[in-house]
């Protein structure tokens, strides 16, 4: 079994063209560990996300979830990650039920490992009632809903959650973070981004502010909300 942190992050870099959409950025998630990512519009959050996600590659240094690289090693890191990409794709008639078993069965779950595992992913995320409902007809915050519930399938040990709260109205917001927190307790590690501190400030151990792809600081929230009100920085929201 794997001792060293969950998530670590070695001197990433994404240059596209004459854009460095991440700068050398490093930082490493404990097993268990809550890490926000708060930055604003175009700080490279999703990029950077994105290629601990294996879905795209770095221009230098690596990403690893529990000790294996994204880059030299995306089919074993994808085993164990979940990943809440932060725009929900067009899925025509596929019902939720429909949809979480495509990716159950994509992940290899069979019988009734998959039965139970979806029974629960349903029940976590409220989707019951909504199982046979057209994904284009959800509101947002069930659409949400599904895409954790997507992500939760095969029970991956690290979450990598992209701006997860974006466009949720409050009510919606504060059953997220329930369930976020519950996955926490339940001991998964979360990589969760924002450009509002207060939204992450209940669910993350630390937080890094990323800026123009670099990690400025990385801190408690009281340690990063202190700073940002000393440097009056106007580009996210405390
Ligand atoms: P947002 O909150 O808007 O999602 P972000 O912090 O996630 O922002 P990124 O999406 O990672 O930021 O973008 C970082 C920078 O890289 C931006 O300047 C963006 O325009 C640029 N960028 C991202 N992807 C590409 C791409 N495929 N080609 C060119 N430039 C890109």
Avoid at 65 to 94: E, W
Avoid at 141 to 151: D, N, S, V
Avoid at 176 to 195: F, N
Wanted: with cysteine; charged share 25%; glycine share 10%.
């Amino acid at each position: 079994a794997w001792n060293g942190p969950a998530i670590e992050v070695q001197n990433l870099t994404r240059i596209y063209g004459s854009t460095t959409a991440v700068n050398d950025i490093s930082f490493a998630v404990p097993r268990g560990g809550v890490f926000g990512y708060i930055g604003p519009n175009g700080a490279g959050k999703t990029t950077s996300m994105r290629i601990l996600a294996t879905l795209e590659l770095p221009s230098a240094g690596d990403a690893f979830i529990q000790g294996v690289s994204s880059v030299n090693d995306p089919d074993r890191v994808r085993g164990s990650l979940g990943f809440m990409p932060d725009a929900f794709g067009t899925y025509g008639d596929t019902n939720c039920a429909e949809y979480l078993d495509f990716f159950a069965r994509s992940y290899g779950l069979i019988g009734r490992e998959r039965t139970t595992r979806l029974r629960w992913v349903m029940d976590f995320t409220g989707l019951n009632k909504l199982a046979y409902k057209p994904i284009r007809g959800l509101s947002k915050g069930m659409k949400q809903r599904l895409c954790l519930g997507r992500a939760l399938v095969h029970d991956p040990a690290v979450l990598i959650l992209d701006e997860p709260a974006a466009g949720l109205d409050p009510r919606a917001r504060i059953e997220l973070r329930k369930m976020i927190r519950t996955l926490a307790a339940d001991g998964k590690t979360i990589l969760i981004s924002s450009h509002i501190l207060t939204e992450l400030a209940e669910m993350c151990d630390r937080v890094g502010i990323i800026e123009q792809g670099c990690l400025l600081a990385t801190g408690t929230v009281d340690e990063i909300r202190s700073k940002l009100r000393k440097t009056r920085n106007m580009l996210v929201r405390i």
